[in-house]
């Protein structure tokens, strides 16, 4: 088993639909839990980035984690064209002030038709 | 400012030939990480630096693979008598841990095709 499972899809949507991604994972030490996009042969960049459990909103994305059950997702509202790309989530247990290698997803391409 | 610079955006080589990757992290940050991404594969996390402490290699497949880094800066991934199963895109990424953050930017790859 992967310590991050995710689906890879893709993801076909209509504009303006909510989109939901989701990640598990085995590790119970990670406790830093980031989404990132990743558009065509194109570097990732940093969507979201919460510690432990809880929500976090940032415009149309929301990001949940689920300590207890070993789950993570992303929710993008209002949908757009420009949304479409690859998103990884990734984790790791850095510790205060240190660094730690980034675990990922194997990444989920996703469309927003217009 | 300058992001996460990688060179050469694409190589072609020759099954067997050594090929040398570079990455110039953003100025400032103390801790580079290279990662692999292969086709359907998620990001597999190859070698890490910190500053002078020694570097993470637990991720590099074999011994045909090793990095640098240079006076805490610029950083090169060499592999050695390249295989088909090298290809990939070559991803670096920098990070400053400033507040306790491990915030990694990537650069764009580096797109290795062994023929």
């Known amino acids: 088993q992967k310590e991050v499972e995710q689906d890879p899809g893709p993801l076909s949507v209509p504009e303006g639909a909510i989109v939901s991604l989701n990640c598990t994972y085995s590790n119970s030490a990670f406790q830093y839990f980031m989404w990132y996009r990743q558009y065509s042969r194109k570097g990732p960049e940093l969507l979201m980035y919460t510690y432990s459990s809880g929500n976090k909103e940032d415009g149309r994305f929301t990001a949940q984690v689920d300590k207890s059950s070993k789950y993570i997702s992303l929710f993008i509202r209002d949908s757009q064209p420009s949304d479409s790309a690859t998103y990884l989530c990734?984790?790791?247990?850095?510790?205060?002030?240190?660094?730690?290698?980034?675990?990922f997803g194997k990444g989920m391409k996703l469309t927003v038709n217009p | 400012g300058a992001g996460v610079s990688q060179s050469p955006s694409n190589k072609v080589t020759e099954k067997g030939k050594d090929v040398e990757l570079r990455c110039d992290p953003i100025s400032g940050h103390t801790a580079l990480y290279w990662y692999r991404q292969s086709l359907g594969q998620g990001l597999e996390f190859l070698i890490y630096?910190?500053?002078?402490?020694?570097?993470?290699k637990s991720g590099l497949p074999s011994d045909r693979f090793s990095a640098e880094r240079t006076g805490g800066s610029v950083s090169t991934l060499t592999i050695q008598r390249t295989q088909q199963e090298d290809s990939a895109v070559y991803l670096c990424?920098?990070?400053?841990?400033?507040?306790?953050?491990?915030?990694?930017?990537f650069g764009p790859g580096t797109r290795l095709t062994v023929t």
């Open positions: 630096f910190q500053g002078n402490s020694a570097p993470d």
């Open positions: 990424a920098s990070s400053s841990l400033a507040g306790g953050r491990d915030e990694q930017y």
């Open positions: 990734a984790m790791n247990n850095s510790p205060q002030g240190g660094s730690e290698k980034l675990v």
